[in-house]
């Protein structure tokens, strides 16, 4: 049995029907060429020989003395977390997400591993997909993509296990300590690690006291307007994603000077800003995304490896180039901040920053004094084309997590030459979020026509939508000075 840390513990305490704390990933395979349509089927019953799992996936939560824990299930039952689902008639790309919307939605049962695969077949020419979710309890968004991308291979010859009978390294959760001997372990690190943590929470403590008073170009908590983000969330889910190519989301950046990360933040925020114009409810004040930091660098340590940088979008900016430049402003110095402090300095400062937000979600306080308005996150992802028994990966899309007052998240995943944008938000919430992938593509054209990039084909600025393209968005392509319908727009969503 293990003890879990502050922040792991943190999205088991958080978690209510409204707000299932798991992160997922939606990923779209071709079968290799040759193969039959049983081929989905052969592959689901040889993922159910392998009835064993290794840590992490082999371990349950359980509370004592008002602490977390994990211990090993000893009753593991692997039909319960995987499972074999075919799409309904006509199978396309709207019925899979339909799908996987309600799936992600879906609370797991504490009594047992948190996680659950699907396998769901049915996509036109013999594609199909795996939807697998796992708690943020028990990985976070670097330490996922990682796993799922080491559980795949290389070459179409090479056939692995499924994930949860693949040796991973060395996981926090494969622990076999007892109860007192791992809780006065933790004492101890905490009394040791003293040094490094205090002067992050001081830090943290002292952000927020001056947020109303700094003149500076970092965003500070509570900087953040009252927007249609920060209200109260139902359990039902909205999913939209969007391929783009990196190359071309590189020369933004090279000609702007800035990071592909500043060019994403940007997109992120001229999309944002033509969402909330069309509801007629743009903010005066710049939005602020909360950007997650990974720390997985710095340590070998598994769990939540997480710091916080917060992000001024400035949505409140007409002009794209300048907004871009506001943006590099604002992650510049909060990343110069960030560089000067230690590993235990960065997790104490983030988990010290957005502490708050626990007693403003229950009083209600969030909707007017939030924290900030949005959570952004971008996660690196394999760069060589992987393989499933065969079968090759064409695109991979994350989801991430709403919660209360924070009713859309943006994760942003990287495959090969591609960047996926993934917007996942309460469907109740965060009306028409289908019409964000239309204001992606033209937040990207407007920073691209202000700064002089041209391109030889229409093609070449198109979306990347093959793997995941609708019957409409096989059509030739429409003006896009032309008002776009849900039903015509580009990319996926439900």
């Not at 690196?380 to 990966?393: F, I, M, Q, S, T």
Request: hydrophobic letters at 40%; glycine letters at 8%; aromatic letters at 6%.
């Amino acid at each position: 049995m293990h003890l879990l840390n502050p922040t792991d513990s943190a999205f088991l305490w958080m978690e209510t029907r409204t707000q299932p704390m798991h992160v997922a990933g939606l990923s779209l395979f071709t079968p290799p060429a040759g193969s039959g349509p049983e081929f989905v089927s052969q592959l689901v019953e040889e993922w159910r020989k392998h009835i064993v799992a290794l840590a992490p996936f082999n371990q349950r939560p359980v509370l004592r003395m008002g602490l977390w824990y994990w211990e090993e299930d000893n009753e593991f039952e692997l039909d319960y977390h995987l499972r074999h689902l075919a799409l309904p008639q006509p199978g396309r790309i709207r019925e899979l997400l339909a799908m996987v919307s309600r799936l992600h939605g879906n609370l797991m049962d504490r009594n047992r591993p948190l996680w659950e695969c699907y396998v769901i077949e049915g996509l036109p020419d013999g594609r199909f997909a795996v939807y697998m979710k796992i708690h943020h309890a028990l990985i976070d968004g670097i330490t996922g993509a990682k796993m799922m991308a080491d559980g795949l291979a290389k070459s179409a010859n090479d056939i692995r296990p499924p994930l949860w009978a693949v040796p991973f390294a060395k996981h926090p959760t494969s622990g076999k300590k007892g109860h007192s001997k791992g809780l006065m372990k933790q004492i101890s690190y905490m009394a040791k690690a003293g040094s490094e943590i205090l002067p992050g929470i001081r830090s943290a403590v002292w952000d927020m006291l001056r947020s109303t008073l700094a003149d500076t170009a970092a965003a500070l908590p509570f900087q953040a307007p009252p927007s249609p983000f920060n209200v109260e969330i139902s359990g039902s889910r909205r999913f939209a994603s969007q391929s783009y190519s990196l190359a071309r989301l590189k020369r933004i950046g090279e000609a702007a000077g800035a990071t592909v990360n500043d060019v994403t933040l940007a997109i992120c925020s001229g999309a944002l800003r033509q969402y909330l114009e069309s509801q007629k409810a743009l903010p005066r004040k710049p939005l602020v995304a909360m950007v997650p930091v990974s720390l997985h660098g710095e340590t070998n340590k598994g769990g939540n490896q997480v710091g916080v940088l917060l992000a001024n979008l400035a949505t409140n900016i007409k002009d794209p180039l300048k907004r871009l430049n506001r943006i590099v402003e604002s992650t510049k110095e909060g990343k110069e901040r960030l560089s000067t402090m230690s590993r235990l300095r960065k997790l104490a400062h983030g988990i010290t920053s957005i502490s708050p937000m626990g007693p403003a979600m229950v009083t209600g306080s969030a909707r007017k004094h939030p924290m900030f308005n949005l959570v952004i996150s971008n996660v690196p992802g394999p760069k060589d084309p992987l393989y499933l028994n065969g079968a090759r990966l064409d695109e991979i899309y994350p989801l991430s997590i709403p919660t209360n007052y924070l009713a859309l998240n943006i994760t942003i995943s990287g495959y090969e030459d591609k960047l996926g944008f993934g917007y996942i938000a309460c469907r109740r919430s965060v009306p028409a979020l289908q019409r964000m992938l239309d204001y992606t593509d033209q937040s990207i054209l407007a920073l691209e026509a202000a700064l002089g990039i041209t391109y030889a084909s229409a093609a070449e600025t198109a979306p990347i939508t093959t793997p995941l393209a609708t019957p409409e968005a096989k059509k030739p392509a429409r003006s896009r000075t032309k008002a776009v319908k849900p039903a015509e727009m580009e990319g996926t969503t439900v």
